[in-house]
């Protein structure tokens, strides 16, 4: 059981927006940045955002995160079938300390 | 170009030591800037930290793993390598191996994040 709270599922249809929730508490998002990680199916995960909302080079503009509190976000806009993946928000946790994953979260293309 | 790539027996039975390698190659695990993790997956699961070390030799591990894993440096071969002793099933998963990027401002806190991955290797424990 993770620290980080993700929904298991998700699901939108091509061109759809989708959000991903990652949920925690002030000993983790609340007081340090989130990252969001993409797995492609039978593929190493991917960075896809850092520091909250930083996108690297090569990651496209469809995606973005965003950072409220002991909350996160991942956006996904004009959803691709290729978006289909496991996504993993992942920040620092001072009660270990360390870093800890979410639980993660599979988004279906319908 | 950085790549890394792990290595090592598939198979482990349990009681005994997990040993892996990851090869980095495009940039040196001494340059300073960076840490160097493993990380794992267990089957149909989600990721897990196994741990990091800075190439001065200090290494943080997850607390859950802390009295069985050693993360290590060979400068000399530009690898990393992870042993985790006693296994049990539980630790069969695939393996990564990551440069990690972390740092801490008074303003945000800390930002950790692993960039890039190795493609990972399935070690699966069993008699």
């Known amino acids: 059981q993770s620290v980080l709270t993700q929904p298991p599922s998700a699901s939108g249809t091509p061109g759809q927006r989708v959000t991903i929730s990652c949920s925690g508490s002030?000993?983790?998002?609340?007081?340090?940045?989130v990252t969001w990680y993409q797995q492609l199916p039978k593929t190493a995960p991917k960075l896809l955002i850092y520091t909250n909302n930083q996108r690297p080079s090569g990651v496209p503009g469809r995606f973005s995160g965003s950072k409220s509190g002991t909350s996160a976000s991942l956006a996904i806009s004009g959803l691709q079938s290729e978006d289909e993946a496991d996504y993993y928000c992942?920040?620092?946790?001072?009660?270990?300390?360390?870093?800890?994953f979410g639980g993660g979260t599979k988004l279906t293309v319908l | 170009q950085v790549q890394l790539q792990e290595s090592g027996p598939g198979l482990v039975k349990p009681s005994e030591t997990l040993s892996l390698i990851c090869s980095v190659s495009g940039y040196s695990i001494t340059s300073g800037n960076y840490y160097w993790s493993w990380i794992r997956q267990h089957p149909g699961k989600g990721l897990e930290w196994i741990g990091y070390m800075y190439p001065s030799g200090n290494a943080h591990y997850n607390p859950s793993l802390r009295s069985r894993v050693t993360i290590s440096g060979d400068t000399s071969k530009n690898q990393l390598s992870l042993k985790l002793s006693s296994v049990t099933a539980a630790d069969t998963a695939v393996y990564f191996c990551?440069?990690?990027?972390?740092?801490?401002?008074?303003?945000?806190?800390?930002?950790?994040?692993?960039?890039?991955w190795g493609q990972g290797t399935l070690v699966t424990v069993s008699s």
């Open positions: 002030s000993s983790n998002i609340g007081g340090h940045t």
């Open positions: 990551g440069r990690v990027l972390l740092y801490y401002s008074e303003t945000n806190g800390y930002s950790i994040w692993v960039d890039p």
């Open positions: 992942a920040t620092w946790d001072d009660s270990l300390p360390g870093p800890v």
